[in-house]
């Protein structure tokens, strides 16, 4: 274990059976924030203040604001392409105040390669300011205390981009969305301190539970898709808009909310849409013109749960049937797995990104479309899967993507299964993964998974190590266990760290204390080591077959003995089998006199080099 863990431990921020620790803390912001987008333009100007609260035992020294829209500056460091032409001035701060203090943003305190101590103070104010690429830091000469709340005001001003990219911007002039757009608190926790880590776009983001109170003002004919509640529905639709939009929220059948053939341009004038959010790590929002919108509710345990697709109308027929499968995957993630009901009033995919990609956000996903109905519904279902993780329980997404991506993958493979049951789609997503796995596993970028993700440069090392790998473990970890102790562990972790931040350990320290098990010697070998997923059938020995784990991953084995009268039999055996550590495992075959061959049966793990799986033996 790291030396930054194994102080939280000491320290009693989380404890040895995956629990919070009895001195666990987070800190948290809350956010008024007043947003105009800028007529004929995706410029925003904002006005916000934040509530700070410092619930750590530590005296903060220093500030850490994230300005995520520096990603598309000129001149800004970035994984991503972006025509020079799109690119632009970044997040613009003014006017920033604590607690009232006036911050003079033009005296920057950073000093290029000279060592803390030489680094010049202005003394005569409080705060000085130093700036990164994606963030800027204020530095205190009287830290904020501990237990304390401190304001932050500031005017700010940025811009979009004015295409599509990086999972944000604008689709056209009519339709955009906007993700994280607004100047942000970044979290400071009892692992690593202050996140400090810059916004490439490689990775997503880290960010703490706060309300939110949003008013975002846009011209003219526009409409605001949301995290959160709209609370002022009637002062931005027109009276048929609002009686559809109330009839959707309780009713099962499809409402028809917005046609844009239709829309009431005319009496959405330059409407001011407000949005309130409770305990959540971020707010995104999607601007239109002339989607169409249908929606319809959906009873989850006690409540209902308002479901809406906002799509593009230049697919019409194809994204309007998502509503059902959206319904379909709320259901699906409430009563089976993970089987914890959905926890939000609301959710609203805004689909019509001009390429085949989505991003979720609390309550909503940005997606794309392809021509396939069934890549359409999965991305659906796994968008949504993210609720629970990284938003409804925190993960922090910059060093642990395969703690979020990983599941909405492994979620997805089992809702596919339950989706297109008894159809050729069965295993449509599982097959998928397994072939992407088997081309790219066990090259030498693919570091263990508890390497930080944001170390992960290569781009298809962040496809195996934040989606495929993990899947694969939990599905592993799901044969090892079993699906029943399997779920109830998953729902345990869920219910634990709800609201909350963990870590790798908290992870894995749960399913070992829920489990009964100790199954450390599977998460060193999944989590903390290289390894793939290849066996190979070596010999057959006094009855015994030997396989070898090359690879070296604890993964399920799955046998196939064919007999001499034709008669075949499976062996299937769960991961435990390589408990002992052990690289060679032995497996008794009844009747191997009369055996003919013995064959790993790969279709369902994966399994890199298929030239080593047959047996075939000489009579
Ligand atoms: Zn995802």
């Known amino acids: 274990m790291p030396r930054e863990f194994k102080e939280a431990y000491k320290n009693k921020t989380r404890a040895h059976n995956g629990n919070l620790g009895e001195h666990y803390w987070q800190n948290s912001g809350n956010y008024v924030i007043e947003a105009e987008i800028i007529p004929g333009s995706w410029k925003i100007i904002g006005k916000q203040t934040i509530l700070y609260t410092n619930n750590s035992p530590d005296s903060l020294s220093e500030i850490v604001i994230k300005m995520y829209p520096n990603h598309y500056k000129k001149g800004g460091v970035r994984a991503n392409k972006i025509p020079l032409k799109n690119l632009t001035d970044g997040m613009v701060i003014s006017n920033l105040m604590v607690n009232g203090e006036v911050v003079n943003l033009n005296m920057d305190a950073s000093v290029s390669n000279l060592a803390h101590a030489t680094k010049e103070k202005n003394k005569n104010s409080n705060i000085s300011v130093s700036y990164n690429s994606t963030f800027l830091t204020l530095e205190f000469n009287q830290p904020i205390p501990p237990n304390s709340t401190t304001k932050f005001s ?363 098990k100790n199954l450390n010697w599977f998460w060193k070998k999944w989590v903390f080591e290289y390894g793939y997923a290849d066996l190979a059938l070596t010999k057959i020995e006094s009855s015994k077959v030997v396989i070898e784990n090359i690879g070296g991953l604890p993964v399920p084995v799955s046998l196939k003995l064919t007999y001499a009268n034709n008669k075949t039999s499976i062996i299937n055996n769960s991961p435990e089998i390589w408990s002992s550590g052990k690289s060679n495992i032995l497996i008794e075959i009844i009747n191997a006199e009369d055996l003919i061959s013995v064959e790993l049966v790969t279709d369902t793990f994966p399994d890199v080099n298929p030239s080593n799986n047959l047996l075939e033996i000489k009579i």
Not at 399 to 428: H, I, P, V
């Open 154 to 516: 500031m005017d700010w001003e940025t811009e979009m981009p004015s295409i599509y990219v990086n999972k944000i911007g604008a689709y056209d002039g009519e339709s955009a969305f906007m993700g994280y757009w607004y100047p942000q608190i970044a979290v400071y926790d009892d692992i690593d301190g202050w996140d400090k880590n810059e916004y490439t776009g490689a990775q997503e983001c880290y960010t703490d539970f706060g309300d939110f109170n949003v008013k975002i003002k846009v011209p003219k004919g526009n409409y605001v898709f949301a995290t959160g509640d709209l609370l002022n529905p009637k002062d931005v639709f027109s009276s048929e808009e609002y009686s559809a939009y109330v009839l959707s929220k309780t009713s099962p059948e499809n409402t028809n909310i917005l046609n844009h053939k239709t829309t009431s341009k005319a009496l959405n004038s330059e409407a001011t849409w407000f949005f309130k959010a409770e305990n959540v790590r971020d707010f995104g929002f999607g601007v239109t013109n002339n989607f169409n919108w249908v929606a319809n509710a959906t009873a989850v345990e006690n409540k209902v749960v308002s479901s809406n697709i906002v799509y593009s109308h230049k697919d019409e027929k194809n994204l309007r049937d998502l509503l059902n499968t959206q319904n379909k995957s709320i259901q699906y993630l409430s009563n089976k797995l993970p089987g914890v009901a959905y926890p939000y009033n609301s959710f609203t995919s805004f689909i019509g990104v001009p390429e085949f990609d989505g991003m979720e956000f609390p309550m909503m996903a940005n997606n794309g479309f392809s021509n396939r109905e069934i890549s359409n519904n999965l991305m659906t279902f796994h968008e949504l899967a993210h609720t629970y993780l990284p938003h409804w329980v925190g993960i922090n997404e910059v060093k642990y993507s395969w703690m979020e991506e990983g599941w909405a993958t492994f979620l997805t493979f089992k809702f596919c299964q339950d989706f297109y049951r008894d159809t050729a789609f069965e295993n449509y997503e599982l097959n998928r993964a397994i072939s992407s796995y088997n081309r790219s596993a066990g090259k030498q970028w693919e570091t263990p998974l508890f390497s930080p993700s944001n170390y992960m440069v290569v781009r298809n090392m962040h496809f195996q190590q934040s989606y495929r790998k993990p899947a694969f473990m939990y599905l592993a970890l799901e044969h090892l266990l079993g699906e029943k102790l399997f779920k109830i562990c998953l729902k345990t972790y869920l219910n634990r760290w709800k609201g909350k931040h963990p870590t790798p350990f908290d992870f894995m320290f749960t399913f070992n204390d829920v489990s009964g």
